[in-house]
Structures are given as C-alpha cells and as structure tokens.
Nanobody
Framework: VQLQASGGGLVQAGGSLSLSCAASENRYSLPVMGWFRQAPGKEREFVAA????????AYSDSVKGRFTISRDDAKNTMYLQMNFVKPEDTAVYYC???????????????????WGQGTLVTVSS
C-alpha cells in the first residue's frame, strides 16, 4: 500500500489550505484513513479520521470546526480542508490508513498500518 500526500506549504494565520492523500488501494482494503501531524519537538498527534464506507468522520478538539476531512471514492483520495489556520497548526502532516475497520480506535496511532511521507504546513502569524 502506498499513500502519497500533497498540498502542504506556507499560509498566513486565518487562511486556508487543502491537503490530499492518494491511496494505491481502494476502500475495501483501507476502511479507515486519517491525518496525523507532528510539530517540532512534539509527539505525532491525531488530527482527523474518516470511515470510507459511509463517510463518518472524527476530529481532535484542536481542529474541530476548522478542518474538514473528506474522500473521493473514484480517486481513492482523501482530503483535509484546513480553514482559519493558526500558527499552532504548523507541523508535518501525515496521512495514514488502517486495514482494520475498528472505528473506535480511529484516534490511536498504532491502529494505522500505512503512512504517507508527510507534507509540511507552516502557518505564519
């Protein structure tokens, strides 16, 4: 399984940015996908997850109401729309995929089997 993340860059606080993650497998192999991020000197943390079959989504408290996760079945691609970004959103963002359909573990890093290479998002104040 390969995950290709793209879309990172520099954005001003209050602005918007969209990330994409193209998967080499379809939703039947990867029932849950998610985004994590890692800021300098910090642990990798959960951002958002989506269940492929019905589009159910979940967010961390820090991004809820500002970020939106979505997917395109035809393209096997997941997206993260980031609005009203803040300097504290600065991090390397990783897309991830789980071969397990356990939605209750969506926020747990170890639940994810596959990881993309990461894309850097920098928010200037």
């Amino acid at each position: 399984v390969q995950l290709q993340a793209s879309g990172g860059g520099l954005v001003q606080a209050g602005g918007s940015l969209s990330l994409s993650c193209a998967a080499s497998e379809n939703r039947y192999s990867l029932p849950v996908m998610g985004w994590f991020r890692q800021a300098p000197g910090k642990e990798r943390e959960f951002v958002a997850a989506i269940r492929w079959r019905d589009g159910s989504s979940a967010y961390s408290d820090s991004v809820k109401g500002r970020f939106t996760i979505s997917r395109d079945d035809a393209k096997n691609t997941m997206y993260l729309q980031m609005n009203f970004v803040k300097p504290e959103d600065t991090a390397v963002y990783y897309c991830s995929a789980s071969s397990c359909a356990d939605w209750t573990s969506r926020g747990i890093r170890s639940n994810y089997d596959y990881w993309g290479q990461g894309t850097l998002v920098t928010v200037s104040s």
